[in-house]
């Protein structure tokens, strides 16, 4: 990767300021797709998971985590259909949103050499590229309740699985991507930023984890707080249908795809 000067740039390190600049144009560019960025340490992420979890990288490399919000649907992907339409057995939405930070990126790092992982990417050992909800978890956007932050859980051995929610958003959100630049090191005052514990009581805690587990379909687990903003019926109804029954459900509402 060449710089501008044609040098190449290695091992860049930034100050807890210089993240902020370094991503301004970036998060500016995907905020009005409906799409938030939020930056961490593969350091933080590292200190969590188990060792087989762990992202091959130095613990001082800049993360990115990439969250879709509500209007993603209609700001994004829906103009996506009708400018570029989408072609292919994978999913629609994950052409868009691969689409959409591809050009981002582009643009903001011409210089930088990023690695790009999505949340529906897995290894050959079967295990996801990276753990999304811890991602948003240590990263400050959003925080992962799981089994574990209940006291005296209901459910004996029973496993649940863990759901993030969002301080604004509820559970109106999904985490698509994790950036990592394996070049980009921060500095020691970029400190973790707690997310907002916006489920408090176990009472409450009992029930998302209930909703989440045994009622996602209907969707209440994302209403466990006031949301800002929620997915349109017509996202929900998307959202809802079959994945193999999208492509059908896109072509009734008149978009080409093959
Ligand atoms: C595999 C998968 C599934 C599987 C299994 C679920 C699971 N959690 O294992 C199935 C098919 C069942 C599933 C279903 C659903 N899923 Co799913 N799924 C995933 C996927 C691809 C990987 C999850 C995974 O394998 N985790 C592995 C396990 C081991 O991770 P873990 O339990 O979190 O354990 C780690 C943490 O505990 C961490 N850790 C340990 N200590 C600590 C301490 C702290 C503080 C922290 C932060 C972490 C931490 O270390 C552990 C690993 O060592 C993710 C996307 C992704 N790339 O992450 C989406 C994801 C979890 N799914 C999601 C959703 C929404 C769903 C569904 C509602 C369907 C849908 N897509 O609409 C349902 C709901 C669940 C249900 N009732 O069935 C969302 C959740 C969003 C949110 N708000 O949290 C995700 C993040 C996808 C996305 N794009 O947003 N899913």
């Known amino acids: 990767m060449l710089s501008d000067n044609n040098t ?6 930034l100050s807890c300021a210089g993240v902020g600049e370094f991503i301004e144009a970036f998060s500016d560019t995907l905020k009005p797709q409906g799409y938030e960025v939020y930056p ?31 209007s993603m649907f209609e700001r994004s992907f829906l ?71 209940i006291h005296h859980p209901p459910w004996g051995e029973k496993k649940m699985f863990g759901v993030c929610v969002h301080p604004q958003l509820g559970g109106w959100f999904a985490i698509r991507a994790l950036l990592v630049f394996s070049e980009v090191q921060v500095g020691a005052d970029f400190l973790q930023k707690a997310p907002q514990d916006c489920v408090c009581s176990q009472h409450d805690r009992i029930r998302l984890l209930e909703q989440f587990n045994h009622h996602w379909r209907d969707s209440s687990y ?11 019926e017509q996202q929900i109804e998307y959202f809802l ?17 093959t």
């Open 79 to 149: 103009p996506f259909l009708r400018s570029e339409g989408c072609e292919g057995l994978s999913d629609p939405i994950d052409q868009c949103t691969k689409h959409r930070l591809t050009v981002a990126i582009s643009a903001c790092f011409p210089d930088h050499s990023v690695d790009v992982s999505y949340d529906y990417e897995m290894l050959p050992s079967r295990r996801p590229k990276f753990l999304a909800q811890t991602a948003a978890h240590v990263s400050g956007a959003a925080y992962y309740y799981q089994k574990s932050d």
């Open 40 to 70: 961490f340490k593969v350091g933080f992420y590292n200190a969590v998971v188990s060792p087989a979890h762990h992202l091959q990288y130095s613990s001082d490399s800049l993360a990115l985590v990439v969250l879709s919000t509500p």
């Open 241 to 257: 249908t079959a994945p193999d029954q999208r492509g059908a459900l896109l072509r009734h509402w008149g978009f080409n795809t």
């Open 222 to 232: 994302r209403d466990i707080t006031n949301s800002e903003e929620r997915y349109s």
């Open 8 to 13: 190449t740039r290695e091992n860049m390190a």
